[in-house]
Protein backbone atom coordinates (compact mmCIF):
# COMPACT_ATOMS: atom_id res chain seq x y z
CA UNK A 1 0.00 0.00 0.00
CA UNK A 2 1.20 3.15 -0.99
CA UNK A 3 1.86 6.11 2.09
CA UNK A 4 -0.96 8.81 2.11
CA UNK A 5 2.07 11.23 0.51
CA UNK A 6 1.58 8.94 -2.67
CA UNK A 7 -1.93 8.54 -2.68
CA UNK A 8 -2.38 12.10 -2.38
CA UNK A 9 0.28 12.79 -5.36
CA UNK A 10 -1.82 10.11 -7.38
CA UNK A 11 -4.54 12.13 -7.51
CA UNK A 12 -3.29 15.31 -8.24
CA UNK A 13 -1.47 13.82 -11.22
CA UNK A 14 -5.12 12.09 -12.19
CA UNK A 15 -6.93 15.44 -11.74
CA UNK A 16 -4.18 17.23 -13.90
CA UNK A 17 -1.85 18.38 -11.15
CA UNK A 18 -3.44 21.62 -10.59
CA UNK A 19 -7.21 23.04 -9.10
CA UNK A 20 -7.83 24.79 -12.54
CA UNK A 21 -7.34 21.88 -14.87
CA UNK A 22 -9.95 20.54 -17.32
CA UNK A 23 -10.25 17.06 -14.90
CA UNK A 24 -9.98 18.72 -11.24
CA UNK A 25 -12.65 21.21 -12.49
CA UNK A 26 -14.93 17.82 -13.85
CA UNK A 27 -15.06 15.90 -10.65
CA UNK A 28 -15.48 19.08 -8.40
CA UNK A 29 -18.40 19.91 -10.59
CA UNK A 30 -19.73 16.07 -9.92
CA UNK A 31 -19.04 16.25 -6.02
CA UNK A 32 -20.88 19.68 -5.92
CA UNK A 33 -23.63 18.24 -7.86
CA UNK A 34 -23.82 15.56 -5.22
CA UNK A 35 -23.82 18.13 -2.51
CA UNK A 36 -26.54 20.38 -3.89
CA UNK A 37 -28.79 17.87 -4.62
CA UNK A 38 -28.59 16.27 -1.27
CA UNK A 39 -28.75 19.60 0.14
CA UNK A 40 -31.64 20.47 -1.53
CA UNK A 41 -33.31 17.12 -0.23
CA UNK A 42 -31.94 17.71 3.05
CA UNK A 43 -35.34 18.64 5.12
CA UNK A 44 -36.98 15.42 4.56
CA UNK A 45 -35.17 12.57 6.15
CA UNK A 46 -36.67 10.06 3.25
CA UNK A 47 -35.84 12.24 0.19
CA UNK A 48 -32.23 12.47 1.61
CA UNK A 49 -32.29 8.20 2.00
CA UNK A 50 -33.59 7.51 -1.49
CA UNK A 51 -31.20 9.74 -3.54
CA UNK A 52 -27.73 9.09 -0.95
CA UNK A 53 -27.50 5.10 -2.35
CA UNK A 54 -28.06 5.81 -6.03
CA UNK A 55 -25.46 9.32 -5.83
CA UNK A 56 -22.82 7.47 -3.69
CA UNK A 57 -22.60 4.69 -6.50
CA UNK A 58 -22.49 7.58 -9.41
CA UNK A 59 -20.12 9.17 -7.34
CA UNK A 60 -17.53 6.60 -6.78
CA UNK A 61 -18.08 5.57 -10.37
CA UNK A 62 -16.67 9.27 -11.40
CA UNK A 63 -13.78 8.95 -9.37
CA UNK A 64 -12.55 5.26 -10.06
CA UNK A 65 -13.28 5.56 -13.63
CA UNK A 66 -10.71 8.67 -13.37
CA UNK A 67 -8.42 7.18 -11.10
CA UNK A 68 -8.38 3.65 -12.53
CA UNK A 69 -9.07 3.93 -16.07
CA UNK A 70 -8.23 7.62 -16.28
CA UNK A 71 -11.38 8.60 -17.98
CA UNK A 72 -12.55 11.68 -19.02
CA UNK A 73 -15.28 12.77 -16.55
CA UNK A 74 -18.73 12.00 -17.70
CA UNK A 75 -21.68 13.28 -15.58
CA UNK A 76 -24.02 10.64 -16.83
CA UNK A 77 -21.82 8.27 -14.74
CA UNK A 78 -22.95 10.65 -11.72
CA UNK A 79 -26.20 8.64 -12.12
CA UNK A 80 -26.00 5.61 -13.28
CA UNK A 81 -26.93 4.37 -9.21
CA UNK A 82 -30.36 5.26 -10.77
CA UNK A 83 -30.31 3.24 -13.72
CA UNK A 84 -28.17 -0.16 -11.96
CA UNK A 85 -29.69 -2.09 -9.50
CA UNK A 86 -31.02 1.44 -7.63
CA UNK A 87 -33.24 -0.81 -5.01
CA UNK A 88 -30.07 -2.03 -3.96
CA UNK A 89 -28.36 0.98 -4.07
CA UNK A 90 -31.02 2.76 -1.95
CA UNK A 91 -31.28 -0.28 0.61
CA UNK A 92 -27.02 0.20 0.52
CA UNK A 93 -27.07 3.66 1.72
CA UNK A 94 -29.92 3.81 4.12
CA UNK A 95 -28.66 0.45 6.01
CA UNK A 96 -24.92 2.31 5.92
CA UNK A 97 -26.87 5.60 7.23
CA UNK A 98 -28.22 3.39 9.79
CA UNK A 99 -26.01 0.89 11.50
CA UNK A 100 -23.69 3.84 11.79
CA UNK A 101 -26.61 6.32 13.40
CA UNK A 102 -26.84 3.11 15.60
CA UNK A 103 -23.15 2.47 16.65
CA UNK A 104 -23.23 6.46 17.11
CA UNK A 105 -25.93 6.38 20.18
CA UNK A 106 -22.87 4.19 21.93
CA UNK A 107 -20.91 7.64 21.85
CA UNK A 108 -18.96 8.95 18.86
CA UNK A 109 -16.33 6.90 18.38
CA UNK A 110 -18.09 3.68 17.79
CA UNK A 111 -19.47 5.52 15.10
CA UNK A 112 -16.96 6.66 13.71
CA UNK A 113 -15.21 3.29 13.69
CA UNK A 114 -17.64 1.53 12.02
CA UNK A 115 -18.32 4.54 9.56
CA UNK A 116 -14.80 3.44 8.61
CA UNK A 117 -15.29 -0.03 8.57
CA UNK A 118 -18.48 0.79 5.86
CA UNK A 119 -16.35 2.96 3.66
CA UNK A 120 -15.61 0.60 0.98
CA UNK A 121 -19.14 -0.67 0.41
CA UNK A 122 -20.10 1.64 -2.45
CA UNK A 123 -16.83 1.01 -4.32
CA UNK A 124 -17.48 -2.51 -3.54
CA UNK A 125 -20.88 -2.46 -4.75
CA UNK A 126 -19.64 -0.57 -8.10
CA UNK A 127 -17.17 -3.41 -9.30
CA UNK A 128 -19.84 -5.63 -8.92
CA UNK A 129 -23.75 -4.49 -8.89
CA UNK A 130 -25.16 -7.76 -8.62
CA UNK A 131 -23.84 -8.20 -4.69
CA UNK A 132 -26.62 -7.33 -2.27
CA UNK A 133 -26.16 -4.75 0.54
CA UNK A 134 -25.04 -7.38 2.77
CA UNK A 135 -22.35 -8.46 0.71
CA UNK A 136 -21.36 -5.08 0.12
CA UNK A 137 -21.03 -4.20 3.96
CA UNK A 138 -20.00 -7.74 5.31
CA UNK A 139 -16.76 -7.39 2.28
CA UNK A 140 -16.43 -3.55 3.22
CA UNK A 141 -15.61 -4.83 7.07
CA UNK A 142 -13.27 -7.28 6.28
CA UNK A 143 -11.30 -5.21 3.93
CA UNK A 144 -10.73 -2.41 5.99
CA UNK A 145 -9.50 -4.98 9.05
CA UNK A 146 -6.01 -3.55 10.13
CA UNK A 147 -6.73 -0.26 7.33
CA UNK A 148 -9.01 2.19 9.25
CA UNK A 149 -6.45 3.63 11.11
CA UNK A 150 -4.85 4.17 7.71
CA UNK A 151 -8.06 5.55 5.84
CA UNK A 152 -8.46 7.94 8.90
CA UNK A 153 -4.99 9.44 8.98
CA UNK A 154 -5.60 9.77 4.73
CA UNK A 155 -8.63 11.63 5.69
CA UNK A 156 -6.99 13.98 8.47
CA UNK A 157 -3.90 14.72 5.78
CA UNK A 158 -6.72 17.10 4.13
CA UNK A 159 -7.83 18.86 7.33
CA UNK A 160 -4.89 21.85 6.31
CA UNK A 161 -6.59 21.86 2.89
CA UNK A 162 -10.07 22.25 4.32
CA UNK A 163 -8.78 24.86 6.59
CA UNK A 164 -7.06 26.99 4.01
CA UNK A 165 -10.34 26.34 1.48
CA UNK A 166 -12.53 27.38 4.63
CA UNK A 167 -10.51 30.86 5.16
CA UNK A 168 -11.35 31.54 1.32
CA UNK A 169 -14.97 31.92 2.49
CA UNK A 170 -15.34 28.57 2.55
CA UNK A 171 -15.41 28.77 -1.53
CA UNK A 172 -12.41 26.63 -1.40
CA UNK A 173 -13.74 23.74 0.31
CA UNK A 174 -15.31 22.76 -3.60
CA UNK A 175 -11.51 22.74 -4.61
CA UNK A 176 -10.47 19.93 -2.13
CA UNK A 177 -13.07 17.98 -2.08
CA UNK A 178 -12.27 16.30 -5.54
CA UNK A 179 -8.84 16.31 -4.49
CA UNK A 180 -9.96 14.53 -1.33
CA UNK A 181 -12.27 12.18 -3.13
CA UNK A 182 -9.84 10.86 -5.73
CA UNK A 183 -7.17 9.80 -3.18
CA UNK A 184 -10.18 7.87 -1.24
CA UNK A 185 -10.42 6.14 -4.88
CA UNK A 186 -6.76 5.23 -5.02
CA UNK A 187 -6.63 3.83 -1.45
CA UNK A 188 -9.57 1.56 -2.47
CA UNK A 189 -7.84 0.46 -5.58
CA UNK A 190 -4.81 -0.42 -4.16
CA UNK A 191 -6.68 -2.08 -1.03
CA UNK A 192 -8.59 -4.02 -3.53
CA UNK A 193 -5.71 -5.16 -5.55
CA UNK A 194 -7.08 -3.65 -8.50
CA UNK A 195 -4.83 -0.52 -8.73
CA UNK A 196 -2.83 -0.24 -12.14
CA UNK A 197 0.73 -0.83 -12.49
CA UNK A 198 2.51 2.54 -12.83
Known amino acids: MSSNKELRAKARNQLGGGIFQNQWIMVMIACLVVDLILGAVSFTAIGTLILLGPLSYGLVRVVVRRAHDNKDVDFGDLFSGFTE ?55 SRAMMNGYKWKLFCLDLSFIGWYLLGMLCFGIGVIFVTPYHEMARANFYLELSGTAKAE
Open 85 to 139: DIGGNIVLGLLVELFTMLWSLLFIIPGIIKSYSYSQAFHIKHDDPSKDWKTCIDE
